[in-house]
């Protein structure tokens, strides 16, 4: 496991992204994850790399009986901590892939930009199945596998002048880590195949309820226009991958997913 979120340069720059509202999490990637969850009201949250608990401050604001939210980073937890406003959020510091909880003990799972982090992915997925209570719902969201699988610290090929032509990736098929530079060299995330991250709900013995390939919520997009912001190029391939899943079992609401916010 790498804790790179406790190395001091990098959680200073992701500190900045998040609080300055700069990176896709707000206008992205959040959008996406809340759509697909199921309403909040009563449920008991397992929040998987909560960070310094953002979603879950907000899965209580909506409702949420209670939330626990697991991350490895001792900075991020501290953090979380100050911000902390009500008891029935709790952090427990731990790796995703040390973690354990009893059989049925949450409603909702929730892994916000996380299991990319994480190697062994089906064994992940298989245990929030265990977690979960009968109907309960697991939502995800990951770098979406064209990025993960990206020519080492390219990404875009740019013509002479600059301008982005083209979104550089290689050996897709061929899973296993990768190493970016992100704020710092030598990030290291997993990359897998969409097939394999579906597959790994599927085999866990999830119903796969939805897959998202969100774009920037129109706002965003409508300000990128004039501004000109690299936002747009976020239409040109998919920078994220969202998938929700429900646990056989249980009662079935009409309407599983998209409620959350009302």
Request: glycine residues 10%; aromatic residues 10%.
């Amino acid at each position: 496991m790498q804790n790179i979120y406790d190395d001091p340069r990098f959680f200073e720059g992701y500190r900045d992204l998040r609080d300055r509202r700069r990176g896709l999490n707000m206008v992205l990637e959040q959008p996406a994850v809340w759509a697909l969850l199921p309403p909040l009201a009563g449920l008991e949250i397992l929040d998987l790399g909560c960070g310094e608990g953002t979603f879950g401050r907000w899965c209580l604001e909506q409702g949420a009986a209670s939330v626990v939210g697991v991350d490895l980073s001792q900075r991020m937890l501290a953090l979380g901590a100050e911000r902390r406003t009500d008891r029935r959020l709790r952090f427990v510091r731990s790796g995703v892939e040390q973690i354990a909880f009893k059989a049925a003990s949450f409603d909702l799972v929730v892994s916000s930009y996380t299991l990319h982090y994480v190697e062994d992915y089906a064994g992940a997925v298989a245990r929030v199945f265990g977690w979960l209570r009968p109907g309960g719902s697991f939502v995800l969201s990951v770098e979406h596998p064209v990025m993960t699988a990206q020519v080492e610290n390219q990404g875009w090929v740019t013509d002479q002048a600059g301008r982005r032509l083209f979104w550089a990736l290689d050996d897709y098929d061929s899973e296993g880590p990768r190493r970016e530079r992100w704020f710092v060299d030598g990030v290291l995330k997993f990359h897998h195949r969409t097939s394999t991250l579906v597959n790994g709900l599927l085999d866990a013995g999830f119903m796969l309820t939805r897959l998202d390939e969100p774009v920037p919520v129109p706002e965003a997009l409508k300000r990128a226009r004039c501004t000109g912001s690299g936002l747009l190029d976020d239409l040109r391939r998919p920078p994220v991958l969202v998938l929700a899943a429900r646990k056989p079992g249980g009662a079935v609401s009409d309407n599983p997913v998209g409620s959350a916010r009302g």
